[in-house]
């Protein structure tokens, strides 16, 4: 018969474990969700009576107002808690979700997506500075898995959309798409929110190179975790983050991670928009098979996130970094020459195969180094300068392909995971590990 101790310490395991499961939750919905939206694209394109030209400002809008979010979003979650801010820009996100599908005209639909892109990008910021926290308390690598899960929700999402496109308008789909979001923003954020209070009255955790209330006239240059012993009183849902003299020591290192995070957003992008067009243009594939590799390079992602823990654990952050991104540079290279290469259309599904897990785990640590660096506002300066990689890359390479050729453009991939390589080897000084232990419990 289980003592009374064993099922208390069952309940205090299960409770310490709930918040990676919200967690978890939200990946998903951010993945989901959007992928929702990104199906419909066409049919609001016709709904709207938009030119391609209109709809690509109607989407640069929502780009341009969640790359403003971004700088915002980190001081938000400085000043209410990262975790509170995750809710309500969870449930943002599925509110407005719907308002691409109510819109009439071109301007219409940029209004709506300028909404879109601000709530979207806050839950971002908010979403995976919680993730660092959470993994900090937990002791494990979360962040590479929980962005495998925000992996396969896109995939889920798409998925359903294209079954919904079959069978509803884009307004019905996408209304009951955001009270699906709704129902489990309010599952999982409850779960959140509670785990919030039950920090109350508990030590500060102190994160390397930040300071705490208890402590701020100590050194913050002190990578190894700190206990205070002293109860703040406070309760903002968020690991103390960087004062300004802790900012200023650190922000060029962030800064140098947001380039990190700036290669691999490029390099993940340009695939995912161009890799399908290289299959078929390129290498003589059909409409089906192209669609099959770029399947293949996305599952080799989400797998590949699912294996990061066990990678980093093994390997260490610096190698998996520079490591994941020489075997994505190198997959990259044969993908994009595979046309003059011996194999042809089955070397490219490799090569790419090889792409995705290179790239997998690189994001979510460049993600986590500015969060453990720079809590929420680090989150939001890595965040901001990967969304330059985002939108530098299609011009980039469309202008590359114009006048040198597809293969060509999609070299420059080559070229970005060397320099993201050689600043990961680079910024070795400046990898702490991704969690640390907990401090031990006070003496009663």
Not at 80 to 98: E, N, P
Not at 127 to 156: K, Y
């Amino acid at each position: 018969m289980p003592q009374p101790q064993d099922v208390g310490a069952r309940r205090q395991a299960r409770s310490a474990r709930a918040p990676s499961y919200a967690l978890a939750g939200f990946f998903a919905i951010v993945g989901f969700l959007p992928a929702n939206w990104l199906v419909r694209v066409p049919d609001v394109k016709d709904q709207v009576a938009a030119t391609a030209g209109e709809l690509g400002l109607a989407l640069l809008c929502g780009s341009i107002g969640g790359l403003a979010a971004t700088f915002a979003a980190g001081r938000l979650c400085v000043r209410f808690g990262t975790r509170r801010v995750l809710v309500v820009a969870a449930t943002l996100l599925s509110t407005v979700l719907v308002l691409p599908a109510l819109a009439i005209s071109p301007p219409t639909l940029g209004a709506a997506l300028v909404g879109f892109g601000v709530s979207q990008a806050t839950f971002n910021i908010a979403l995976n500075s919680t993730a660092v926290e959470v993994a900090m308390d937990s002791g494990n690598p979360l962040m590479p898995g929980l962005h495998g899960i925000f992996s396969v929700g896109g995939l889920a999402g798409a998925a359903t959309g294209g079954y919904a496109a079959a069978h509803l308008s884009p307004a019905v789909h996408l209304g009951l798409t955001a009270a699906l979001g709704l129902l489990a923003t309010i599952w999982c954020g409850t779960i959140l929110l509670r785990s919030v209070r039950s920090y109350a009255g508990k030590p500060d955790r102190a994160v390397p190179g930040t300071t705490t209330s208890a402590d701020a006239g100590t050194d913050a240059g002190d990578s190894a975790p700190t206990d205070t012993g002293t109860d703040t009183g406070t309760d903002t849902g968020t690991e103390p983050v960087a004062g300004r003299k802790e900012w200023r020591a650190v922000r060029w290192v962030v800064l140098l991670f947001g380039v990190v995070a700036a290669c691999t957003a490029f390099s993940e992008y340009a695939n995912n928009n161009w890799a399908a067009l290289h299959l078929r243009e390129d290498l003589g594939a059909s409409a089906a098979v192209a669609g099959y590799g770029y399947a293949a390079y996305a599952g080799a992602i989400a797998a590949g996130r699912f294996a990061g823990a066990f990678l980093i654990r093994r390997l260490g952050d610096t190698t998996v970094l520079a490591g994941g991104f020489a075997v994505a540079g190198v997959g990259m290279l044969v993908a994009a020459w595979a046309g003059q290469l011996p194999g042809g259309l089955p070397l490219a599904f490799g090569a790419y195969v090889v792409v995705g897990a290179g790239l997998a785990n690189v994001y979510p640590l460049a993600i986590s180094r500015g969060g453990l660096l720079g809590g929420p506002r680090g989150v939001s300066r890595v965040s901001m300068i990967a969304g330059l990689g985002v939108l530098s890359q299609a011009p980039v390479i469309g202008f590359l392909a114009d006048r040198a050729g597809l293969p060509a453009a999609l070299s420059s991939v080559v070229v970005l995971t060397a320099v993201g390589c050689s600043l990961a080897l680079a910024l070795r000084f400046a990898i702490v590990p991704t969690t640390r232990p907990q401090a031990a419990k006070s003496p009663a």
